[in-house]
């Protein structure tokens, strides 16, 4: 043990010193840990004060002046090459931070982590691999005022992006990926949207940051807005929101994270984009089995939006009858997506179309 103490330090300096081979270092790091233990490995001498205070001392050592200066080296990168060892030094800070029984002093740890990580402009793709690892183990509490914070703040930003990703333009896509997989892993998207059985238990935002996402996406957009306004972040969130709230409702939770009344709006704003947020978040998601039966609280929710979208498109099309004829062939074109709708409801519902 002894020896291995002895490498494991010679290991932690080596990686701090040089960028050369830090995923061998870290892997072998890893290794060592999984064998003798963190709080083993942590202490430099058998005889060492091994009481609560002092463990608890060495791991917020470690985290913060070994594993974090590693971690803000590699996650203000743009090279794609780094993601495994940014993988590595999450794992490091996870194995760190169960060992810490008080789940106060392990959100501390975590929040002074990440606000050195924030401050230093940590990449978002890297920050959503960190979280996906951290999530991974259930005792952790990761979700501190600056996480949630956060979480907000790129919320807003990006419902109301609206850049578009061309063929060639690579900056614009890494963009939207990274905002992709950041929304994901604060949803648990692994752990929760593929769990048959609706178990959401892993979402790693609280209920007032998605009811805050929800009030930054649902923009109500104008009918006097003619450009076009789908496409980007804006629609990436919009998105994600519509398949968690719609996959409560058809799992038929006895208590849903998001509510009707949200659902709703959330499908409402989708309606009045009609862009691939609605092929492909309502009509492909809702709509995807042929043969099966719609839960009737969505055709519930559903018929609440054609309602709402009926009215809307009625005032619309009174108010847009001495305008130019492309508003009046734009609504009349959601116009259909609504007839459209309404009998992909009826079939999913097992009624005949005919009567």
Avoid at 92 to 105: G, N, T
Avoid at 145 to 151: D, G, N
Avoid at 235 to 258: M, P, Q, W, Y
């Amino acid at each position: 043990l002894p020896g291995l103490r002895t490498v494991f330090s010679s290991i932690i300096h080596v990686i701090l010193e040089s960028s050369s081979q830090q995923q061998q270092d870290l892997a072998l790091a890893i290794e060592i840990i999984d064998f003798c233990g963190i709080q083993q490995v942590l202490q430099q001498q058998a005889d060492d004060d091994n009481n609560y205070e002092d463990r608890n001392r060495r791991l917020e050592c470690f985290c913060l002046n070994d594993i974090l200066p590693c971690t803000i080296q590699l996650s203000t990168s743009s090279q794609q090459h780094k993601q495994e060892e940014i993988k590595s030094c999450f794992i490091l800070l996870r194995k760190a931070l169960v060992e810490i029984d008080q789940e106060d002093q392990q959100l501390q740890l975590w929040e002074s982590f990440l606000k050195e990580l924030l401050t230093n402009n940590c990449q978002l793709g890297s920050l959503s691999i960190g979280l996906d690892i951290l999530s991974e183990e259930s005792s952790l509490h990761i979700n501190c005022p600056t996480f949630e914070a956060f979480a907000v703040d790129v919320g807003v930003v990006a419902a109301e992006d609206t850049n578009k990703c061309e063929e060639d333009d690579i900056i614009v896509r890494n963009h939207l990926e990274e905002l992709d997989r950041f929304f994901k892993s604060c949803l648990g998207w692994k752990t929760c949207l593929d769990n048959k059985r609706g178990d959401f238990q892993n979402i790693l935002v609280s209920d007032a940051v998605i009811s805050k996402w929800i009030a930054a996406s649902c923009t109500r957009i104008s009918s006097e807005q003619e450009e076009d306004v789908d496409g980007g972040g804006r629609d990436i969130l919009l998105g994600l929101l519509i398949t968690l709230a719609t996959s409560c409702h058809k799992a038929n939770r006895e208590f849903a994270i998001v509510s009707q009344k949200d659902t709703s709006q959330l499908l409402l704003e989708a309606w009045f984009r009609c862009g691939d947020v609605w092929d492909k978040s309502v009509k492909d998601h809702l709509f995807s089995s042929s043969g099966d039966i719609m839960p009737f609280e969505i055709a519930e929710i559903m018929n609440s939006v054609i309602d709402a979208a009926r009215k809307h498109l009625n005032n619309v099309l009174v108010s847009s009858c001495n305008k130019k004829s492309t508003n009046i062939i734009r609504w009349s074109r959601q116009g259909l997506e609504l007839i459209e709708i309404q009998k992909m409801i009826l079939s999913h519902q097992g009624m005949d179309l005919a009567s």
